[in-house]
């Protein structure tokens, strides 16, 4: 009965620990699907946020925007402050339906999918990275490596999407699956914008990178996005998100 | 008709009189400009030289209901004094020129969940072409500035929009008519080329406008 025990002391611990080790093995996509699942598990949320937007000498700029969005593949946004592009606003519907609404002009736009490459309000991200939408449905993914605490995936375009990159490099922390950092490859595969996604936090039950940073290599721009304040599953209408609201 | 027209006009004096009243939630914008030009040929003539305050007030007085306004406070031109009269005459040493350039109020979800209503001045845009676009042309051009050339100014009016899942159906009434303003500066003759005829001379040259009847029979409608 002692040596029983005696084997069982043993080969419980090592049995543990060869399980600890054995941790589940994720294929790309099942990665990509957590990703989203994520990113876009509130079911809606309006985020204030705080743009600013630095040049290659350091000189600084502000915008204050607020942002809605329902789901993974609804989003609005609208520029609150400076006052010369307060006003201006952006809607990302399903299927990569996009539009702007410029009040200097007084017209809504749609954008087309060849000039989402364009940045948005003088940033460093364009209407492509404000755009809505689930990693899984715009990119195909596969593993690339390990590093550190992070998957690293390698998205490539899917080849209906029309894209401004190549394919992106994401990497994913492996027990929040969080992106904490994204790399854009150009036409050129050349590396060409960095996103780092920094104070990564629970809130109200949701993770929620507080900063993210967008460089642009090609110029040395960048562009700091600070969410200020956040709230989780208010029931916004799926009125809000149309052409209508969008002028409002 | 016109106890409508009067209870119209008791509306916006009353909205007119609660915004006044309310004095808070007012967001105020706008910016300062100056645009002075010169030339670069001849006797490098001062071509333009323009200060302009843009002031934009928005407020929300109830649910679903904007109000917003924009006005140009500007000094445009330079001094023209003929004699030692204009000289006390501040209105010829710095002109300055108030311009309303929109003034309107939206009921959003009027009488219908799905009908907006904006009653004032306003700029009505229509068609996507931004600088030449011959379906715009609702508001009269304001061609003040030829290398500001779109420009359009606002017109007083009422702009009815029903909307239908992705499709609206809009409708604009403008009761009173404005005409387009013509260049000014370096540019004033460009409408008003002198006439020639071969073996004649012309002396004097006049010309009319006829403008239409100010009332209901005179009004723009378009939907």
């Given at each position: ?61 502000e915008r204050e925007i607020v942002m ?179 002028e409002r | 008709m016109k106890t409508m ?219």
């Open positions: 009965m002692k040596r029983i025990t005696k084997t069982t002391t043993i080969l419980l611990p090592v049995m543990f620990i060869t399980l600890s080790w054995a941790q589940p093995e994720f294929t790309a996509s099942q990665i990509l699907e957590r990703v989203d699942s994520v990113v876009n598990a509130p079911q809606d949320q309006t985020m204030n946020m705080k743009l600013i937007l630095f040049d290659k000498n350091g000189n600084e700029r809605y969005q329902k789901g993974g593949d609804k989003r609005m946004g609208k520029i609150l402050a400076p006052a010369d592009q307060r006003g201006i606003a952006f809607l990302s519907l399903p299927g990569g339906v996009m539009y702007v609404y410029l009040p200097a002009f007084k017209k809504t736009r749609r954008i087309a999918s060849h000039v989402k490459n364009t940045k948005f309000a003088g940033t460093d991200f364009t209407y492509e990275d404000m755009e809505a939408g689930a990693y899984g449905i715009k990119y195909v993914p596969e593993i690339l490596k390990h590093e550190g605490s992070d998957h690293v995936l390698k998205l490539t375009p899917r080849p209906e999407i029309q894209s401004e990159y190549s394919m992106l490099k994401l990497w994913v922390d492996e027990k929040t699956f969080v992106p904490t950092k994204i790399e854009h490859y150009d036409k050129g595969k050349k590396l060409c914008k960095l996103m780092t996604r920094d104070k990564i936090e629970e809130t109200s039950g949701y993770w929620l990178a507080r900063e993210s940073e967008m460089s642009d290599l090609r110029n040395g721009q960048k562009t700091k996005m600070i969410i200020q304040d956040v709230q989780f599953n208010q029931g916004l209408a799926d009125d809000l998100f149309t052409e209508r609201h969008l | 027209i009067k209870s119209t006009i008791l509306f916006l004096c009353m909205f007119c009189a609660s915004v006044q009243a309310q004095g808070r939630g007012i967001v105020w914008n706008g910016y300062l400009q100056t645009d002075n030009r010169v030339q670069l040929l001849g006797e490098n003539d001062f071509s333009w030289h323009e200060y302009r305050l843009n002031l934009r007030a928005e407020l929300s007085p109830f649910n679903k209901t904007n109000f917003h306004s924009e006005l140009w406070i500007r000094t445009l031109g330079f001094p023209d004094v003929q004699n030692s009269a204009d000289l006390g005459d501040n209105n010829i040493l710095r002109p300055l020129n108030l311009d309303l350039r929109e003034a309107y109020i939206d009921l959003y979800s009027f009488v219908l969940p799905n009908f907006d209503l904006r009653i004032g001045r306003q700029r009505i845009a229509w068609g996507t072409g931004d600088k030449i676009n011959p379906t715009d042309n609702l508001n009269p051009y304001d061609l003040e500035d030829l290398w500001d050339f779109g420009r359009h100014l606002g017109s007083d009016g009422m702009l009815a929009s029903l909307y239908l899942g992705d499709y609206a159906v809009t409708t604009a009434i403008l009761p009173f008519f404005t005409p387009a303003v013509l260049p000014s500066g370096d540019w004033a003759s460009i409408m008003t080329q002198t006439i020639e005829l071969p073996g004649l001379t012309v002396r004097t040259l006049t010309d009319s406008i006829v403008m239409p009847e100010n009332n209901l029979r005179g009004a723009s409608k378009a939907g």
